[in-house]
């Protein structure tokens, strides 16, 4: 083994494994294997929607109150616990064969899975009364190789998900600078020590000739991120990681801290620096509840010392290789409903990334199942989230994956509870390739210190004895048969001559080979400068990408927050958008009820004003009836007088008749001529009598005219009735007229002038004769310009 000239990987490249593909599948393969705990009832009176059947088999029966009825379903597991199953029988079942595992270079993935608050956090961690898996898993780890312990540093991480070893004395240094970051961690974890019960479990039959090495990292992804919870380098403030793959194909979180510890106080003081940063919440459903998945990583590196040849003797092994094997604790964040646990604004985020994420999984089991039942090669989408990337290697056969299913029997949790089950179901179906030992080719670091010093492995060559010749004999001189003697003599300077002659062959040897190591020293030297210089630069280089990496960190933080306040600001837009549309829709509402009773009130409105309108037509047809009716009557009495007046040109009235005329006149009536009494008048027109006195006879009082056009008279005297003769037959007085107003069929109100002269007889009275009829109408069209007759 050569601790110090350049590394040559020993083994050959592991080839990129697929479940599909056919190589694969000449492997052996185990399905997953599905675990289920049941928790205890919260409530002792409470209905429980879990029947066990068999140490294997549960039934979920649908509560009757369930809002859709289903038949009761059965999940079979490869175990159930139930709730009076301790913690050290979880462990002894699931995690110890993962543990034993472990120790022999293979890997293992356990996850817990369950609706939020079923327990899965108390399986994986416990208390320091009942520890739970992870806890055991530690103490077991170190009762078991507590006296096979490589010293600290010896090996080391080479932060791309491999290891180096380097000399003892690097390793002293690096112990004695011990990692400031790691120390003020160790510093906050054990402000609050939490010690679990040790029940001194170890495994059996651990190969004694390695020196173990066991490495801790604890991750969490929350909001698809990942965090190291180890890494203080940010402050307060977690960091994100990125995921990697390694020249080995294998995933891992870039620059992950990566803790060497060498008891299991150590170990739970870093899980306890890495708890307090784990994000936890309050929520209906549990008031420590888990808001990112956690992965609590534990490596186990093994360094052969020697290998026994075929002799039985202790020999330097050929191949620069560690066996390195993985345990992954995942504590998976509950899958929860948010109409059950009322999530809002940050809480509801969590849970939705915690969902998706946990779909994803399933995707992932669910393509995985279908591709080895069809044999098919569906590209099962790992990289879809974080969860589901980081166990790439695990379901592509680099390991040993199994999950414990915890359930709460409560009804309440029944719809959440089928959903895990049915996850369990397809889960249980998925086979991986059962998993090898793995050895890792190894660097050997640079000594810092003098190359004089020790590794453990160097120690074992230095004890390897120098051989000169044959063994010198031990002489006895037999004075008594001297020939025995001499002969032994000869035989002992042969053998010294011999040893001599090796002596100086291995002289010469030795002077050869100090010479070339001599000559080697000094091109080491060399080269050890042109390295030096090298290093110098790369260190230089080094400087420059871990600041640009720095400032990316910061512009990532940036961004990050900025992110977190605009996801924020969007779930308050969100909420605010809610409120808005909620605001809208009531005053749409109102709106609604507002126009509704506006347009009953236009109903009713309409209703009555069609009533008023047909009574006012009934009214107005009534009046028009009546008025036409009248009308008519009028119109015949004048066609009567104008049928006489033509018929005999003239009637003279008789003095005395006067009075019946005006009493005709008087009421309202057409006035009818007595053909006895007729006197023959020409016509006069009203215009050529200037100086005429007219009496003006309005039966009733008429309606004003508004005429542009008024019956001229220039002197006249209005009566309204005539009662005496006198009236008539005043001698200034020589044109009569009677004014009567009706309405037309249109409605239009018509003046009619009946005009007369009075002419004086000579018995002293007067007679009146009607020669002319005028009529006045006003009517009013729209557009059209009044008319007059
Ligand atoms: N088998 C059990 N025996 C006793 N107590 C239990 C058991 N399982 C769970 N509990 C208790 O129930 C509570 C909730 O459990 P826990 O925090 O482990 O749930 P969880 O599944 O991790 O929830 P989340 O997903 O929200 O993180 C804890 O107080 C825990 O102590």
């Known amino acids: 083994m050569n601790f110090g000239g350049k590394f040559t990987p020993k083994t050959p490249r592991r080839e990129k494994t697929n479940l599909s593909s056919s190589s694969d599948s000449e492997k052996v393969k185990d399905p997953v294997s599905v675990f289920c705990r049941l928790r205890n009832l919260r409530d002792e009176n409470e209905a429980s929607c879990i029947k066990l059947m068999s140490p294997t088999v549960l039934s979920l029966i649908c509560p009757s109150e369930s809002r859709v009825l289903r038949k009761d379903t059965h999940y079979a597991f490869k175990h159930i616990f139930t709730s009076y199953a301790s913690q050290k029988e979880v462990f002894d079942h699931i995690a110890y ?52 312990q490589a010293q600290k540093y010896i090996i080391k991480s080479d932060k ?49 000739r390695n020196l173990y090495s066991v490495f801790i990292s604890y991750i969490e992804i929350y909001n698809n991120t990942v965090y190291d919870l180890l890494d203080e380098s940010g402050g307060k403030v977690l960091q994100s990681k990125i995921l990697r793959e390694d020249s080995q194909k294998n995933m891992y979180v870039n620059g992950v801290v990566e803790q060497e510890v060498k008891c299991a106080a150590e170990a739970f003081e870093l899980f306890n620096a890495g708890q307090k940063r784990k994000r936890m919440g309050h929520t209906l459903l549990n008031a420590e509840s888990s808001r990112s998945h956690s992965i609590f990583n534990i490596r186990v590196v093994q360094l052969e010392q020697y290998v026994l040849n075929s002799n039985g003797e202790r020999v330097i092994p050929a191949q620069n290789l560690l066996k390195v094997g993985q345990l992954s604790l995942v504590d998976l964040a509950g899958s929860e409903r948010s109409n059950r646990t ?20 399933r995707n992932c089991m669910e393509i995985l199942r279908e591709n080895q039942i069809n044999n098919g090669s569906r590209l099962v989408p790992y990289r879809e989230s974080r969860l589901t990337h980081i166990f790439k290697n695990y379901f592509e056969g680099e390991g040993r994956v199994e999950m414990i299913v915890c359930a ?85 300077v042969k053998i010294i001559q011999t040893r001599k002659q090796k002596s100086l062959l291995l002289n010469r040897e030795i002077n050869a080979k100090d010479r070339a190591f001599r000559k080697r020293l000094a091109e080491m030297n060399s080269e050890y400068t042109l390295k030096i210089s090298e290093l110098k630069s790369a260190q230089q280089q080094y400087k420059k ?24 600001k969007n779930v308050q837009l969100v909420d605010s958008i809610r409120n808005l549309r909620c605001n809208l829709d009531e005053k749409d509402l109102k709106l609604n009820q507002n126009l509704m009773e506006r347009e009953k009130q236009k109903q009713k409105m309409a209703l009555k004003q069609e009533k008023m309108n047909q009574e006012l037509d009934d009214k107005l047809r009534r009046q028009r009836d009546h008025l036409n009716a009248a009308m008519r009557a009028k119109e015949d009495k004048l066609k009567r007088v104008r049928d006489l007046l033509d018929e005999e040109h003239a009637v003279v009235v008789a003095a005395t008749p006067t009075k019946s005329v005006v009493s005709e006149v008087s009421n309202n009536k057409p006035p009818v001529p007595h053909r006895s009494r007729h006197v023959a008048v020409a016509n006069r027109r009203r215009s050529k009598s ?71 007889t000579c018995g002293g009275g007067a007679q009146v004769i009607f020669n002319d009829v005028e009529r006045l109408r006003q009517e009013s069209p729209v557009g059209t310009p009044q008319k007059y007759t």
Not at 124 to 147: H, K, Q, V, W
Not at 164 to 192: F, Y
């Open 97 to 148: 064969p993962l543990l034993e595992d472990l120790l022999r270079g293979k890997n293992g993935l356990l996850f817990t899975y369950g609706v939020t608050g079923s327990g899965k956090t108390y399986t994986l961690t416990g208390d320091p009364y009942n520890p739970g898996i992870m806890p055991r898993c530690i103490d077991t780890l170190f009762n078991s190789i507590a006296e096979h």
């Open 160 to 208: 791309m998900n491999g290891f180096e070893v380097q000399s003892e004395a690097d390793a002293r240094d690096d112990c004695l600078h011990e990692n400031r970051s790691t120390k003020s961690l160790r510093k906050k974890g054990s402000g609050d020590k939490v010690l679990y019960t040790n029940d001194g479990t170890s495994i059996l039959g651990i190969n004694e």
């Open 342 to 361: 009322q999530n809002t604004g940050m809480r509801l985020k969590e849970a939705s990334s915690i969902n998706n994420s946990l779909m994803s999984l």
């Open 408 to 492: 709460s029997p409560s009804v309440l949790d029944y719809e959440e509870n089928l959903q895990v089950m049915k996850f369990a179901d397809i889960a249980s179906d998925v086979k991986v390739v059962r998993p090898e030992s793995r050895f890792t080719p190894y660097k050997t670091k640079a000594s810092k210190s003098k190359p004089t010093v020790e590794t453990p492995i160097t120690k074992i060559k230095a004890t390897a004895p120098l051989v000169f010749g044959p063994k010198i004999p031990l002489l006895k001189l037999n004075f008594e048969n001297i020939d025995d003697s001499i002969g032994g003599i000869r035989n002992l």
């Open 545 to 568: 990408e871990k600041k640009k990496s720095q400032n990316l960190e910061v512009k990532v933080l940036e961004l990050e927050k900025m992110n977190d306040s605009l996801d924020s």
């Open 690 to 760: 200037v100086g005429e006195v007219w009496l003006e006879h309005n039966s009733v009082k008429p309606v004003p005219l508004g005429t542009v056009m008024q019956p001229s008279m220039n002197k006249r005297k209005s009566v309204s009735k005539l009662s005496k003769a006198s009236d008539i037959t005043h001698p200034k007085q020589s044109k009569y007229c009677l004014i009567a107003q009706e309405a037309d069929t249109d409605g239009e109100v018509e003046t009619k002038v009946y005009k007369a002269d009075i002419l004086p």
